[in-house]
């Protein structure tokens, strides 16, 4: 099935469209995966019917935790995604008195190889799809009041470097609404 956030935004709609659903769904339907929904079922603005489509055809998310694991009395996870095609990553919250900061993957795996970063042990796979940055930090429990640094080489100082949504804000480039800590 086809993760719903790899859709663009004319896509989800005519598939809305195409269950007999109005374009203004899309939005309602962005919203809830901003807000980390982890299920259609739990979009109770949206009609039972609609729901119990998008859980037939799509997926909310594409990532699959494998292990989560707290540092520092719980104001740090690290959580290892399993992605489609069998690569892994890992997004990491790390909670301050005055902010918390995400740090997700943009690749997986990496050719620097950096010893502090678990992406950085594995070697380099690929680069992410923009969906699959997103979805990394729309999780449900993540929290974070900023904005999110990718986790890999920047394409300014390695020209090798080209995920998908680079150079864009990840969030913009799905159109999802900017979210606050809890």
Not at 24 to 45: C, E, H, N, P, V
Not at 57 to 70: D, G, K, Q
Not at 115 to 124: E, L, M, R
Request: glycine fraction near 6%; aromatic fraction near 6%.
């Amino acid at each position: 099935m086809t993760p719903v956030l790899s859709l663009t935004a004319s896509d989800l709609e005519r598939w809305l469209q195409d269950h007999d659903a109005p374009a203004y769904r899309r939005q309602q339907i962005w919203t809830w995966l901003a807000r980390g929904t982890a299920s259609f079922d739990a979009m109770k603005d949206l009609p039972k019917a609609l729901r119990n489509a998008l859980e037939a055809e799509l997926r909310v998310t594409s990532l699959r935790p494998i292990a989560v694991s707290r540092a520092d009395d719980g104001l740090t996870t690290k959580t290892l995604y399993e992605l489609d095609g069998g690569h892994s990553v890992e997004a990491v919250v790390m909670r301050y008195s005055d902010r918390s900061t995400l740090c997700i993957s943009s690749q997986a795996g990496c050719p620097i190889g950096c010893p502090f970063c678990a992406t950085g042990k594995f070697p380099f796979g690929r680069n992410l799809k923009a969906h699959e940055i997103v979805e990394q930090a729309r999780r449900p429990g993540s929290a974070w009041d900023q904005p999110a640094p990718h986790r890999g080489v920047d394409e300014r100082t390695h020209p090798s470097h080209r995920a998908a949504g680079r150079g864009k804000n990840s969030r913009d480039s799905c159109d999802l609404p900017a979210r606050r800590a809890r």
